[in-house]
């Protein structure tokens, strides 16, 4: 999963990927790590959704910029649009057939 540093760099990731999922966590959050393995697992079920993961620690004005007041935050965009956000307390199972819906709607001509 590849992990990224600026706002520069998000940007950028969400805007050249069809698909672009984010998730965005803290490093002294012990839901967002709890998390994390749980999100991959739904996520691997939707090959082409690229993933990237940013710490909010290492990125400070992400707040700012994404309007993020907790953590963790999980952000899907579809063509640099944003289409779903969760924060806090995920449902995985409610989070992935949001998910579902999106990539397939997303896959049609």
Request: net charge neutral; aromatic share 12%; hydrophobic share 50%.
């Amino acid at each position: 999963m590849n992990e990224l540093f600026s706002i520069e760099e998000i940007e950028h990731f969400v805007n050249n990927h069809h698909l672009a999922f984010l998730y965005i966590s803290k490093t002294n959050c012990g839901v967002c790590h709890a998390l994390l393995p749980k999100v991959k697992k739904v996520m691997a079920e939707f090959p082409k959704i690229q993933m990237a993961f940013v710490n909010a620690d290492d990125v400070p004005n992400i707040a700012g910029h994404l309007f993020i007041f907790t953590a963790p935050v999980l952000i899907l965009y579809v063509d640099g649009k944003e289409v779903l956000r969760e924060a806090r307390f995920v449902h995985v199972e409610q989070f992935k057939e949001k998910v579902k819906k999106i990539y397939f709607l997303a896959e049609q001509p």
